[in-house]
């Protein structure tokens, strides 16, 4: 996606439809794919029946689901996790022009965002799947992978606010510490996602988040940006991106909360019940 960006620009700033990026991406795409067959055959092609190796990973116990569909906590995740990747997938759209009014050369700020976008959230994303601060894929932890996204993403939003005020030599390490944050976000927020619905509803789970990414905020993202653009200042339109941020933080704050409230009231159901229980077995004796 990002080489696919600076393809783009160059090929625009050369005089050349941007359509010739995305070509060569699809021929590159298809050409890895013939190597892949040519290698190994259908092994790494993932023609495997998922709902087989499904049952094998829920055998091996490796992912742990909860005993009852967890709505709030799932919706919650689902639309702070479509916020966070609008503002990853916004900037894309306004780093150009603002860039470029902050007083950066193009091809500066083009290679700069590049690679901070290619290689921050790589980090922050291997943190978060290494299993040493969180384990996503466990329900048993949820509170603490909950917990992580708040705080990840609470630091993505300081460092994004303050980008659009910060001097020009402390912009790019703002936007570096902003992407390396959020980059946690994303496997960690995927895991709460994956298994909130418990085991039998994990296809419904992905249908519903690539639903909701979608019409929240991937298919009117391109146009809401060229409109504010359009009718806005550059500083306004970024400022817009970085709202999608806070937001993000703000939703999975909600989705910690949430969660607390939520068990404490099942738990709250599960007393009363054992104690009807305990007042019936006297009767019954």
């Known amino acids: 996606e990002n ?13 050349f439809s941007w359509r010739w990026a995305f070509i060569g991406q699809s021929a590159a795409f298809g050409g890895c794919v013939l190597l892949l067959w040519a290698y190994g055959g259908r092994r790494y092609l993932d023609f495997t029946d998922k709902s087989q190796r499904r049952d094998s990973e829920e055998d091996s116990g490796e992912v742990e689901y909860p005993v009852t569909e ?10 702070s996790l479509a916020a966070q990747l609008g503002f990853l997938g916004g900037c894309k759209y306004v780093i150009r022009d603002y860039a470029t009014s902050k007083g950066f050369s193009l091809h500066y700020a083009l290679g700069m965002f590049s690679a ?3 290689i921050a959230p790589g980090i922050g994303g291997s943190i978060a799947m290494s299993g040493s601060v969180v384990q996503p894929d466990k ?11 708040a705080c990840t993403s609470a630091v993505a939003a300081g460092c994004a606010a303050v980008m659009p005020f910060v001097p020009n030599y402390l912009f790019w390490p703002a936007m570096t510490l902003t992407f390396l944050a959020a980059g946690g976000v994303y496997p960690a927020a995927q895991g709460i996602i994956n298994i909130a619905l418990t085991s039998s509803r994990v296809i419904e789970a992905s249908v519903y988040q690539v639903q909701c990414n979608n019409i929240l905020f991937a298919m009117p993202l391109p146009y809401a940006i060229g409109k504010a653009m359009d009718s806005w200042s550059i500083d306004d339109t970024f400022r817009l991106v970085a709202f999608f941020q ?28 054992q104690k009807g229980r305990g007042n019936l077995d006297p009767l019954a004796s």
């Open 3 to 15: 080489i696919g960006f600076v393809l783009a620009q160059e090929l625009v700033a050369a005089g």
């Open 70 to 79: 967890r709505w709030f906590v799932y919706w919650s995740t689902n639309v």
């Open 116 to 118: 901070i976008a290619l």
């Open 139 to 149: 329900w048993s932890h949820h509170k603490r992978t909950l917990i992580f996204l």
């Open 246 to 273: 806070v937001l993000a933080a703000a939703g999975f704050a909600m989705g910690l909360l949430l969660a607390d409230c939520t068990e404490e009231r099942s738990n709250l159901n599960f007393v009363s019940n």
